[in-house]
């Protein structure tokens, strides 16, 4: 393996007032690096920005949503791991996720950037059973039972440690 570069991310598990988490079917993304998988919205922190404020920008290109980084509380969930990008880099990730509530939401992916829209196919609100019942990809992994501690038991004390979603 050659040189490995660090990749924080910041990802938004989004909830609308039905308890349904917001994702997005995007290409390319099963290991075998063809196949379909769902995903949360976030992406990379750029430098010089902190977790809050990079799921706050990324909450406003991919659905259209501003909200004030402070509103976002704690992350309440990571995971880490490797993945190789298309070009043969290689990085080492950690997702920090951030429970956001909201009543309704119309998703607006106008602002998306160039390469996020070319992945992305679709989006749907899942509510907890679908995810549950699904044969289909879903990162990350075991998001039902994420979904369930964080909503009907409430905010973890110190972020949960989630296994990563790429062999």
């Known amino acids: 393996m050659g040189e490995v570069t660090d990749r924080p991310s910041a990802r938004i598990l989004l909830v609308d007032g039905r308890d349904r988490v917001l994702l997005y079917q995007g290409r390319g993304l099963a290991p075998d690096g063809r196949g379909h998988a769902w ?5 990379g922190v750029r430098p010089g920005e902190d977790l809050r404020e990079a799921a ?11 909200v004030d980084p402070a509103a976002l509380g704690e992350v309440v969930a990571v995971s880490s791991g490797l993945w ?3 070009d043969g880099r290689v990085y080492r990730a950690t997702d920090s996720f951030f429970l956001l509530r909201v009543p309704e939401l119309e998703v607006d992916v106008s602002a998306m950037e160039d390469l996020e829209a070319g992945l992305i196919e679709s989006f749907r609100w899942w509510s907890i059973p679908d995810l549950s019942a699904t044969g289909e990809l879903v990162y990350p992994l075991g998001l039902h039972s994420l979904l369930e501690r964080l909503l009907y038991g ?6 949960v440690t ?3 979603h790429l062999p």
């Open 39 to 43: 995903f949360t919205p976030g992406g």
């Open 56 to 66: 706050a920008r990324e909450l406003r290109e991919e659905t259209g949503h501003v």
């Open 84 to 86: 190789t990008s298309g």
């Open 154 to 159: 409430g905010a973890p004390a110190t972020p």
């Open 162 to 164: 989630i296994p990563w």
